[in-house]
């Protein structure tokens, strides 16, 4: 057995599967990365039994992989990197157990566990669906709303993104119970029935980074436990988390009679200004809205303050919301449009935030008591 890889093929593979190599593994196998022969072509495949990342990988011709083996991943991915850009690394196994890595000058001796032990992930049971979805879309889908999700929360559910399909739009829904992001696409997405999963957060991340730029068509398979994304050289594979996500649609506000209209950006720089002085802990700015003008201000326990007044499209009655700042900014950097529209009923209620003319994606942020 004797694979040889340029360090561009190695790396370029590696960096698409590294995300699912644990560091402190239950079980040692873990932290190896699987060289596996596929169809005459070899994949690697990495592993945390909560997410199974993998990708092809280009061998020079003189390779020989007859059997699959595994090698440390980290350690791997190391090596290679410190290498030089022209390297061509050549991997054997010179023993039971054990593999050399030579490139030039350099030598190594990493073990190797049996690969008949690595533990692969199988998306097949008698309610899988299938779909196919644009990779552009997908990864517009997820960095709309992905922002919102919760982190380690006790509600597991909320701790990962609610993704739904059906024949002709695919939509997606994250919140931590303070916000709420949801965005939907219209598109064909060939599935049979429409469907709903939660996607864990590191499942979402992971997939995301298996996603090409360019505009290809994904295939995709959803079974009772599992999410399977598939791309031209790479396939992600995510346990689903087992829960009921929120009604979020009641989260929406429904009857804010109050609509301003602001510039994005001039928004976004008030709010990162005025937000210096803000309370470390909390965060806080208030928002102050009168006849076609918004006042944003913050003061902290020091009696800092800072205010910034800029244009605004209004006119009904003064009001005063007090907000998380950062939660307005997370919103703010995935509005695309010129404009940012706020809707808003009284001082004690949540804000919903929407691009302009644009009713695709909602944004929901609560209140906060200053």
């Known amino acids: 057995m004797k694979l040889i890889i340029t360090k561009e093929n190695l790396i370029k593979a590696l960096k698409k599967i590294i995300g699912a190599v644990d560091n402190k593994p239950t079980i040692p196998i873990l932290n190896h990365i699987l060289f596996r022969v596929n169809d005459n072509q070899c994949v690697v495949i990495a592993s945390d039994l909560e997410v199974q990342l993998s990708s092809k990988i280009i061998l ?11 090698i440390p991943g980290k350690k791997l991915y190391d090596i290679g990197n410190g290498l030089p850009d022209d390297a061509i690394l050549e991997i054997e196994k010179i023993e039971e157990g054990k593999l050399q890595i030579k490139s030039r000058k350099s030598r190594f ?22 779909f196919s979805i644009k990779s552009n879309e997908l990864k517009e889908v997820v960095e709309k709303t992905s922002f919102a999700m919760a982190q380690q929360d006790v509600r597991y559910y909320l701790n990962g993104l609610f993704f739904g399909l059906s024949k002709s739009a695919v939509f997606g829904v994250a919140t931590d119970g303070h916000r709420l992001a949801k965005t939907e696409i219209k598109t064909e997405t060939n599935i049979q029935e429409s469907t709903s999963v939660i996607i864990p ?5 992971e ?17 009772k436990n599992h999410l ?3 791309g031209n050289n790479t396939e992600a594979i995510t346990k689903l988390v087992d829960g009921k996500f929120p009604d979020y649609e009641k989260v929406i506000p429904a009857n804010s009679d109050k609509r301003i209209v602001l510039d994005s950006k001039e928004f976004k720089e008030a709010l990162a200004r005025v937000s210096i002085l803000s309370n470390d802990r909390f965060k806080g700015v208030r928002l102050s809205f009168s006849n076609n003008e918004l006042k944003v201000s913050a003061n902290n326990p020091e009696k800092e303050e800072a205010s910034d007044d800029i244009k605004a499209i209004y006119d009904g009655e003064e009001i005063e919301v007090g907000f998380n700042v950062n939660y307005l900014l997370d919103v703010l950097g995935v509005i695309k449009t010129k404009n ?8 004690n209620s949540s804000a919903l935030l929407m691009p302009e003319n644009d009713d695709a994606s909602n944004y929901v942020v609560m209140p906060l008591r200053l």
């Open 60 to 70: 020079e011709k003189e390779s020989e992989l007859k059997e699959n083996i595994t």
């Open 109 to 130: 001796i990493l073990s190797a566990l049996d690969a008949k032990t690595f533990p692969l992930m199988e998306v097949s049971d008698e309610e899988c669906q299938n």
């Open 201 to 205: 957060r590191k499942g979402i991340s």
């Open 207 to 223: 997939i995301i980074k298996q996603i090409e730029d360019e505009n290809i068509v994904m295939s995709g398979v959803i079974s």
């Open 228 to 230: 399977k994304i598939s």
């Open 340 to 347: 940012v529209q706020i809707f808003l009923k009284d001082s």
